[in-house]
């Protein structure tokens, strides 16, 4: 199914704290943008040094490859979350600190690089999930107690979280 024919999430395909991501999100095929975004992150990221990598504003800030990597391990978790709503599941999901997975994931051993290769690879089997469902798939909706109840609402939430995340980078690294 097209993604442009999926139009904006509605409130109440989702917790109105998903909109401070969704809302973020421009108009348009919402497949083509999370695809666009990919390479737009990773041509952005590319020129960074390892020092500008490692950089915190603070000590409980995330640095780059944290960021990058909070990506990779959301976008695992909330395909799992899109595939959970397309597929009919009547059990929800569990609920997800990502600051204690972030905590342990030890990103900022890594070239930052890794950690974007990583990103996209998670980010392309998610477009590939959403571009393989029918239209019934992108109608159902999860019962009313779910955080997300639609798969157009994870996908939306998706696009503007990465826009989040890229737009604090961009914050910390001005050019």
């Known amino acids: 199914m097209a993604g442009q024919a999926v139009g904006h999430p509605g409130a109440d395909e989702c917790l109105p704290y998903y909109f401070n991501y ?29 020092e500008q990598a490692q950089r915190r504003e603070g000590p409980k800030e995330w640095n ?65 999930l959403l571009r393989g469902l029918d239209a019934a798939a992108w109608e159902r909706r999860a019962p009313v107690e779910w955080t997300l109840r639609s798969v157009r609402a994870v996908a939306y939430c998706m696009a503007g979280h990465e826009l989040h995340h890229v737009a604090d980078i961009r914050r910390q690294h001005p050019t």
């Open 22 to 50: 969704i809302d973020l999100v421009p108009a348009g095929d919402i497949l083509e943008i999370l695809q666009r975004q990919i390479g737009e992150t990773a041509a952005y990221l590319a020129g960074f040094t390892p």
């Open 64 to 128: 780059a490859l944290e960021i990058v990597g909070h990506l990779a391990d959301a976008e695992r978790a909330f395909s799992y979350r899109a595939l959970s709503i397309a597929r009919a599941a009547p059990v929800m999901w569990p609920n997800i600190q990502f600051e204690e997975w972030a905590a342990v994931a030890n990103f900022q051993s890594r070239p930052l690089s890794s950690v974007v290769a990583e990103y996209a690879a998670a980010r392309a089997a998610f477009v590939a």
